[in-house]
C-alpha cells in the first residue's frame, strides 16, 4: 500500500478556512493558514524547547541515544503527518497536535505526574493533557495583547479530546474521569470557550492520537533493547514481532544487530500506519461522514487500529513489565518522584523561594492557587532543573542512574 502520495482531501477533513478561529480575534497571515500558525507557535514556545531535557522512559544523562519528549514528539509529528496525507486530512492541524501533545508533561515523565497528582490531591490532582491545555492558554506569555499561544479552537479541542469524549451529552464525567471528574484547568477553561467535551475530536486530532501509540510502541522497543532491558530474542516472543523479525532474516540472511532492530522499528510503523489507514478507510465507508462535524458527532472513533491488529496490544504487553516496571526503571523513577515530592513540599512551606514572576499575585489565604501555581511551577521544570533546585534545598540528591 503507497502511503507516501497523498490522495484527494477528505470531505471529512478540517478545513483551517472554516476554522470556529482564536478567542482572541487577529488579523489573518498572508502567508499561512490558521492550522500552520498554531503549528509555528507551539515550534517556538517555551515549553516545547523543554521538551528537550524532559524524561520519555529514560533520565536526560542516561545515554545520548535514547528517547526525549522532544525526539518523541517529532517522531509522533512525522507519523501523525503520513496519516493524515494518506487519508486526505489536514496535514498542518495533525502535526500541530502531535507537536503539543506532550507539552503538559513534568520532569521524568510518568513519574513526576504520579507526584505531582498525589501532591494536588486535596486540589484535583494533576492531569497532563489539563496541563497543556494550561501552558497553551494562559501559562505561555509571548504575545503583548493577550495570554497562551491564542490557539484555534480546533487545536484546543483536540489537544483535550484526541483519546475520546471527556464527558457524556449531559455533561457527567466518562471513561478516565469518571471517578475523579474533569480536571480543573478543562471545566475552568470551558466557561470561557466551549469545547464541546462531549464529543470525539476532529479525524485530524485522532491521527495524532494513533501516531503517539505507532510512536512509542515502536521507539519503545529500540530504547529498551539499547538499555540491555531485554534481548531481542525476548521481543521475538510477541507473534506480531516474531512475524516480522523473521521475513528479515529470510530477506536479508544475518545482519549486523543494528541494521535488524532498524529494520523491524521501519516495518513496525509501516504495518502499523497501513491497517489504521486501512481500518479508517473501512470506517469512513460505513458512516459516510460528510463533514468534520460529523466525525465529532459519530459513536466510535473514525481513526483506529482494525480489529485484527494484535501488535498493539501484544507489544504493551511486553513492554509493561519488562521496560516501563523493569525493576531498574522503577527504581530510578522511585526516586525522581521524591524529587518532585520534596520540592513540592519545599514551595508549599516557603513560597518566596519561588521565582518573583510564579510568587507574585497569589492570594495568601487562597491555599488551592497557591499550590496548582506551584505545581506549574514544577511542571515547567525540566529534568536537570528539577535536579539543580533540588540540590539547592536538600543535603542529598539522587543521581538517577
Given at each position: 500500500?503507497?502511503i507516501?502520495?497523498g490522495c484527494?482531501r477528505?470531505?471529512?477533513?478540517?478545513?483551517?478556512?472554516?476554522?470556529r478561529?482564536?478567542?482572541?480575534?487577529?488579523?489573518?497571515?498572508p502567508?499561512?493558514?490558521?492550522?500552520?500558525?498554531?503549528?509555528?507557535r507551539?515550534?517556538?514556545?517555551t515549553?516545547f524547547r523543554?521538551?528537550?531535557h524532559?524524561?520519555?522512559?529514560?533520565?536526560?544523562?542516561?545515554?545520548?541515544?535514547?528517547?526525549t519528549r522532544?525526539?518523541?514528539?517529532l517522531?509522533?509529528a512525522?507519523?501523525?503527518?503520513?496519516?493524515a496525507?494518506?487519508?486526505?486530512?489536514?496535514?498542518?492541524?495533525?502535526?500541530?497536535?502531535?507537536l503539543?501533545?506532550?507539552?503538559?508533561?513534568?520532569p521524568f515523565?510518568?513519574a513526576?505526574?504520579r507526584?505531582l497528582d498525589?501532591?494536588?490531591?486535596?486540589?484535583?490532582?494533576?492531569d497532563h493533557?489539563?496541563?497543556?491545555l494550561?501552558?497553551v492558554t494562559?501559562?505561555?506569555?509571548?504575545y503583548?495583547?493577550f495570554?497562551?499561544l491564542?490557539?484555534?479552537?480546533?487545536?484546543?479541542?483536540g489537544?483535550?479530546?484526541h483519546?475520546?469524549?471527556l464527558?457524556?451529552?449531559?455533561?457527567t464525567?466518562?471513561g478516565?474521569?469518571?471517578?475523579r471528574?474533569v480536571?480543573?484547568?478543562?471545566?475552568?477553561?470551558i466557561?470561557t470557550?466551549?469545547?464541546?467535551?462531549?464529543?470525539?475530536?476532529?479525524?485530524e486530532?485522532?491521527?495524532?492520537a494513533m501516531?503517539?501509540?505507532?510512536?512509542y510502541?515502536?521507539?519503545?522497543?529500540?530504547d529498551?533493547?539499547?538499555?540491555?532491558?531485554?534481548?531481542?530474542d525476548?521481543?521475538?516472543?510477541?507473534?506480531?514481532?516474531?512475524?516480522?523479525?523473521a521475513?528479515i532474516?529470510?530477506?536479508?540472511?544475518?545482519?549486523a544487530?543494528?541494521?535488524?532492530?532498524h529494520?523491524?522499528?521501519?516495518?513496525?510503523?509501516?504495518?502499523m500506519?497501513e491497517?489504521?489507514?486501512?481500518e479508517t478507510?473501512?470506517r469512513?465507508?460505513?458512516t459516510?461522514?460528510a463533514s468534520a462535524d460529523?466525525?465529532?458527532?459519530?459513536?466510535?472513533?473514525?481513526?483506529g487500529?482494525?480489529?485484527m491488529?494484535?501488535?498493539?496490544?501484544?507489544?504493551?504487553?511486553?513492554?509493561?513489565?519488562?521496560?516501563?516496571?523493569?525493576?531498574?526503571?522503577?527504581?530510578i523513577?522511585?526516586?525522581?518522584?521524591?524529587?518532585v515530592?520534596?520540592?513540592?513540599?519545599?514551595?508549599?512551606?516557603?513560597?518566596?523561594d519561588l521565582?518573583?514572576?510564579?510568587?507574585?499575585?497569589?492570594?495568601?489565604?487562597?491555599?488551592?492557587?497557591?499550590?496548582r501555581?506551584?505545581?506549574?511551577f514544577?511542571?515547567?521544570?525540566?529534568?536537570r532543573y528539577?535536579?539543580?533546585?533540588?540540590a539547592r534545598?536538600?543535603?542529598s540528591t539522587?543521581?538517577?542512574r
Amino acid at each position: 500500500m503507497a502511503i507516501e502520495a497523498g490522495c484527494e482531501r477528505a470531505i471529512y477533513a478540517a478545513d483551517p478556512a472554516q476554522s470556529r478561529g482564536r478567542l482572541h480575534t487577529e488579523p489573518a497571515s498572508p502567508t499561512r493558514n490558521d492550522f500552520r500558525r498554531d503549528c509555528d507557535r507551539i515550534i517556538h514556545s517555551t515549553a516545547f524547547r523543554r521538551l528537550a531535557h524532559k524524561t520519555q522512559v529514560f533520565v536526560f544523562h542516561e545515554g545520548d541515544h535514547y528517547r526525549t519528549r522532544l525526539t518523541h514528539t517529532l517522531e509522533v509529528a512525522q507519523i501523525a503527518r503520513s496519516l493524515a496525507r494518506a487519508l486526505g486530512l489536514d496535514e498542518d492541524l495533525s502535526e500541530g497536535l502531535a507537536l503539543a501533545h506532550d507539552l503538559g508533561h513534568p520532569p521524568f515523565g510518568h513519574a513526576g505526574e504520579r507526584a505531582l497528582d498525589a501532591c494536588l490531591v486535596e486540589f484535583g490532582g494533576f492531569d497532563h493533557n489539563a496541563q497543556a491545555l494550561s501552558i497553551v492558554t494562559h501559562l505561555e506569555r509571548p504575545y503583548p495583547a493577550f495570554d497562551g499561544l491564542n490557539l484555534t479552537w480546533e487545536t484546543l479541542e483536540g489537544l483535550v479530546k484526541h483519546n475520546g469524549p471527556l464527558t457524556d451529552r449531559s455533561g457527567t464525567p466518562i471513561g478516565r474521569y469518571a471517578e475523579r471528574g474533569v480536571p480543573a484547568a478543562i471545566s475552568d477553561y470551558i466557561q470561557t470557550q466551549d469545547l464541546e467535551l462531549w464529543s470525539f475530536a476532529s479525524a485530524e486530532a485522532q491521527v495524532a492520537a494513533m501516531a503517539d501509540d505507532i510512536a512509542y510502541d515502536t521507539h519503545d522497543i529500540d530504547d529498551g533493547l539499547r538499555a540491555d532491558l531485554f534481548a531481542l530474542d525476548d521481543i521475538a516472543q510477541v507473534p506480531f514481532v516474531g512475524g516480522i523479525l523473521a521475513e528479515i532474516d529470510a530477506q536479508h540472511g544475518r545482519l549486523a544487530a543494528t541494521r535488524r532492530v532498524h529494520e523491524l522499528s521501519r516495518r513496525l510503523i509501516t504495518r502499523m500506519i497501513e491497517d489504521v489507514i486501512a481500518e479508517t478507510t473501512r470506517r469512513v465507508a460505513a458512516t459516510k461522514p460528510a463533514s468534520a462535524d460529523d466525525v465529532r458527532r459519530g459513536d466510535e472513533a473514525i481513526v483506529g487500529f482494525s480489529a485484527m491488529m494484535e501488535g498493539d496490544a501484544g507489544i504493551k504487553r511486553f513492554l509493561y513489565p519488562r521496560m516501563y516496571h523493569h525493576a531498574r526503571v522503577d527504581r530510578i523513577m522511585g526516586d525522581a518522584e521524591n524529587v518532585v515530592r520534596d520540592l513540592f513540599r519545599h514551595y508549599a512551606r516557603k513560597p518566596t523561594d519561588l521565582p518573583v514572576e510564579w510568587a507574585d499575585g497569589i492570594e495568601p489565604r487562597d491555599e488551592s492557587a497557591r499550590m496548582r501555581r506551584i505545581a506549574d511551577f514544577i511542571a515547567g521544570m525540566t529534568d536537570r532543573y528539577a535536579l539543580i533546585e533540588h540540590a539547592r534545598y536538600f543535603d542529598s540528591t539522587p543521581e538517577l542512574r
